[in-house]
């Protein structure tokens, strides 16, 4: 594994740093990183933005709640996810898959800056 980070470029955003969680979802991480750069063309899902990406992963530590701020590889999908807030899923107030999926990294900054939009255009990139 070489990248610590991944680079979530948008023109209304810029681009926002996500922080690799390489000892947590090693696998996933090398998956995306081998497809990268990837166009992402996401939906909204209460506060989680969803999209399909050509990945395919196995379960890695798979879990469906999440922190605020998360990254995860929905195994259902597959899709890419980006969690800011709760969703229709969620017991109490962290952001809830509706399903399970490997968390591989977090925002660098603050997320609630995905609650503006109801459709996300953009690319993953690869950081450093």
Request: glycine content about 10%; overall charge neutral; aromatic content about 10%.
């Amino acid at each position: 594994m070489h990248m610590d980070l991944f680079i979530l470029e948008n023109k209304k955003i810029g681009r926002l740093k996500i922080r690799l969680f390489k000892d947590k979802a090693p696998r996933t991480i090398e998956k995306i990183e081998k497809a990268l750069p990837l166009d992402l063309d996401l939906s909204r899902w209460g506060d989680e933005l969803y999209g399909t990406i050509p990945v395919d992963a196995e379960p890695e530590n798979p879990q469906e709640e999440c922190d605020v701020g998360d990254i995860a590889y929905w195994l259902d999908g597959p899709a890419f996810c980006i969690l800011f807030g709760r969703t229709p899923a969620s017991r109490g107030p962290k952001p809830r898959l509706i399903s399970p999926g490997n968390v591989f990294g977090k925002i660098e900054g603050d997320p609630s800056i995905f609650k503006e939009f109801d459709t996300f255009k953009g690319r993953l990139l690869p950081g450093k």
